[in-house]
């Protein structure tokens, strides 16, 4: 087999390249590199109204990412979604009264929890609950409430 | 009017006739894979046909690709302000889509009418005919070996398909446009899954090499050995493969994506 070593170091290279782009894929259009980061800690929030928060939305604190959405559940008996916050284990910081919040990225952007830190002195730990929070603003609502207002004003002008 | 219901009776036998014989075929080909573990030198031979030598129109047509990509997508989304999710738009659609599908029409265009075309003359010339006359099964030694390598390559190159096809983008929307390459890079990562994505997208190129595979080796053995039935069995692979990649596309994204 003369012929095939150059043979065989095309088909090498070309094996090469194509993992080498499944691997490139994978990193760095893909999520998995922040798939992995999965130690940290969770604690949980219930809100009222999630809106359109989905699991793994971003978690921030002062517009940084620090964890991530792990579960959203139903509270059968008070009605509320419980979301589960995975946070990262170097912030372990957060004070007892941390409060939570569902932001939107934009007009049309995805959701995501904005966290706001409180002044208490003890930290949260895994499996804490947070107490204050703040729901999703449904933008049919503050549209449908707006236009009521508006109304309202038009019959004083009257 | 029994003379047209005749001819249809006899086309439809021919087509069940055909579609069994094709599934036998395969089940022959399955059956040959075992073999074929002690020979792979034939394989990576036949891997620089079919697989090296495609690399370079798929690298081109990937970087085209991605480009269009980023200019269409980077006026759509700028009516919405949204310029900065050009990353999710190219990455998803060349992921989820473009990649393994285009990469499949190319690969039955440039790989399986070569590979129906070698098999056709093959035995036009009887040279099957004389490997069975030795005692060599023509599928174990001449077919088997052109189907796996078909499907082993055709991921790899929806893979590089679509890794240039990024780039390409990239090129156009950040290097051209002026898209934020923070955004570009982090919202795609935020928004692209490994396996509901890329995942899907793998397994998808997979199914594809399968069948174009398929396609070009039954093709090309049960084609009529004449000059004239290897060029009918030639159009047929890049026909029938071009018609099967894109309903079996349908079918497995209305199953993965829903």
Known sequence: MVHSKRLEIGVGLFVAAGLAALFMLAMKVSNLSTVMEGDGYTIKARF?????????SP?????????????????NQTYEAVATLNIGKQYDRLPKDTSASIFTTGLLGEQYIGLEPGGESGYLADGDEIRLTQSAIVLEQVIGQFLYSKAG???GER | MTAVLQQLGRRGLRFFQRLGRAHLFLW??????????????LVVVQMASVGVRSVLIIVVSGVFVGMVLGLQGYNTLGDFGAEQSLGVVVALSLVRELGPVVTALLFAGRAGSALTAEIGLMKATEQLDGMEMMAVDPIERVVAPRFVAGVISLPLLAAVFSAVGVLGAYFVGVGLLGVDAGAFWSQMQSKVDVLEDLGNGVIKSLVFGLVVS????????????????????????????????????????ALMFN
């Open chain 2, 28 to 41: 022959h080909l399955i059956l040959a894979l075992s073999p074929l573990t002690s020979r792979f030198h």
């Open chain 2, 214 to 253: 398929w396609i070009a080796v039954f093709e090309g053995y049960d084609c009529v050995p004449t000059s004239a039935g290897v060029s009918d069995a030639t159009t047929r692979t890049v026909v029938h493969s071009a018609l099967a990649i894109l309903g079996l596309d349908f079918v497995l994204t």
């Open chain 1, 59 to 75: 978690v921030t604190m002062a517009g940084v990412r620090v964890g991530r959405v792990a579960d959203i559940s139903f509270d």
């Open chain 1, 48 to 56: 009222d109204n999630v809106g359109a928060l989905k699991v793994r």
């Open chain 1, 153 to 155: 004003e038009g019959f």
